[in-house]
């Protein structure tokens, strides 16, 4: 009875894990890092509003420096975990190395962005844009729920790029930050439905 109930509570979800549970499967690794990240930038957004009522407790650089920190200690947690065990049919370092390159791209960019290599307000556009683009690629594999966050992700960043750039920083930051919580959140709602 409690598993009726469980699939009656989220009757999309229990729906499209059919069509698509070996990708909820391969994408599960990962919400640890999307947690992280995610965090990150909602961080980062709440330090660029705080910036403007004087300067912030901590540099951005040190929030940066505290998520690749966090990536790096869980990529070695779980190689030691996994040392011991050989790896399975879908594991690769290079999907962990690829997400830890892409990290590091974006902190390098957004560096970029604070040091005046890039403007400021065009790296918030492209951040945004980019996160968009990456969503619509992963909707691919994980369907709907991520297409739309993927068409929310662009009409943001279009509506902000349009009418509110002065508020760049702080809105698409955060809320592609939050967006990255929110994916992991569904990844971790996937796993949970596909063991009940």
């Known amino acids: 009875m409690a598993n009726a109930e469980s699939t ?19 994408a599960a690794p990962y919400a640890a890092y999307l947690y992280i990240w995610g965090a990150a930038w909602v961080s980062l957004a709440a330090l660029q509003f ?8 901590v540099s951005p650089f040190l929030v940066i420096v505290l998520a690749l920190f966090a990536t790096e200690s869980v990529q070695y947690i779980r190689r030691k975990r996994n040392a011991l065990r050989p790896p399975a049919a879908g594991d690769s370092r290079l ?3 690829m997400l830890f390159g892409t990290c590091a791209l974006v902190a390098i960019l957004y560096l970029a962005a604070r040091t005046g290599v ?5 790296w918030h556009i492209g951040q945004g844009v980019l996160l968009a683009c990456f969503y619509g690629a992963l909707s ?19 509506t902000v790029g ?10 698409i930051t955060g809320f592609s930050g ?19």
């Open 8 to 26: 009656t509570d989220t009757p999309y979800l229990t729906a499209q894990s059919g069509s698509h549970s070996a990708a909820y499967a391969q």
């Open 50 to 57: 705080y910036e403007q009522f004087g300067k912030a407790p």
């Open 95 to 97: 999907n962990g190395l």
């Open 118 to 122: 890039l403007q400021p307000l065009d």
């Open 140 to 158: 691919r594999k994980l369907g709907k729920p991520v297409l739309g966050l993927a068409l929310w992700q662009l009409a943001l960043t279009a």
């Open 162 to 171: 349009w009418s509110y750039l002065g508020f760049a920083p702080v809105l």
């Open 178 to 196: 939050a967006s990255l919580l929110a994916l992991a959140v569904m990844i971790q709602l996937w796993k949970s439905n596909r063991r009940s």
